[in-house]
Antibody
Framework: QVQLVESGGGVVQPGGSLRLSCAAS????????MHWVRQAPGKGLEWLAF????????YYADSVRGRFTTSRDDSKNILFLQLNSLRVEDTAVYFC???????????WGRGTLVTVSS | QSALTQPASVSGSPGQSITISCTGT?????????VSWYQQHPGKAPKLIIY???KWPSGISDRFSGSKSGNTASLTISGLQAEDEAHYYC??????????FGGGTKLTVL
């Protein structure tokens, strides 16, 4: 079954860190570029990061550049997003998605909720 | 990085057609044909319904169609059905090697 499953969300205090995981199955993960997208409660989608299947290049939105880092473990078919220096405004559901080879996002996971609160 | 501009809401009756606009700049929509559209039902993950301005992923109904003129892309849904009620988001690749979503449009089927 072709799917992406995010995990690692939870409640964290402002200034804290969290690492999200995105487990891929049912397709050849090693040749797929990947994205991270988030959605704050009741708000729209915000693109966060892109990672090429070779590991480089990686691109980030201005809002998270320098605080968030994406990486991947192709031996385990897992994509990661390291979230540092978290702010209240980072509270959102975080989705991973595959790049559809046309600069679109063609397969999405169901997301994991990150809540930043004191 | 400002979001692409979409109307907050649109509505239509079953069987009718509606169009959702998505306005960007010469740094995104106006510079590339890498415009995609996503449908999101409440509590669900987004679903790709149009890529490269006007192409359909496998399994997507041809009631959904896309177009682009200058810095504005559009999504048209014909023969509206109750299950089309959802939020719709446009997205474009940009000259900064980033991607940008629109603010989203809530479609209500009356």
């Amino acid at each position: 079954q072709v799917q992406l499953v995010e995990s690692g969300g939870g409640v964290v205090q402002p200034g804290g860190s969290l690492r999200l995981s995105c487990a891929a199955s049912g397709f050849t993960f090693t040749i797929r570029n990947m994205h991270w997208v988030r959605q704050a409660p009741g708000k729209g989608l915000e693109w966060l990061a892109f990672m090429h299947h070779d590991g480089s290049p990686r691109y980030y939105a201005d809002s998270v550049r320098g605080r968030f880092t994406t990486s991947r473990d192709d031996s385990k078919n897992i994509l990661f997003l390291q979230l540092n220096s978290l702010r209240v405004e980072d509270t959102a559901v975080y989705f991973c998605a595959t790049d559809g080879l046309h600069w679109d996002l063609d397969l999405w996971g169901r997301g994991t909720l990150v809540t930043v609160s004191s | 990085q400002s979001a692409l501009t979409q109307p907050a809401s649109v509505s239509g009756s079953p069987g009718q057609s509606i169009t959702i606009s998505c306005t960007g700049t010469s740094s995104d929509i106006g510079n590339y044909n890498y415009v995609s559209w996503y449908q999101q039902h409440p509590g669900k993950a987004p679903k790709l319904i149009i890529y490269e301005v006007n192409k359909w992923p496998s399994g997507i109904s041809d009631r959904f169609s896309g177009s682009k003129s200058g810095n504005t892309a559009s999504l048209t849904i014909s023969g509206l059905q109750a299950e089309d009620e959802a939020h719709y988001y446009c997205n474009s690749y940009t000259t900064s090697s980033t991607w940008m979503f629109g603010g989203g449009t809530k479609l209500t089927v009356l």
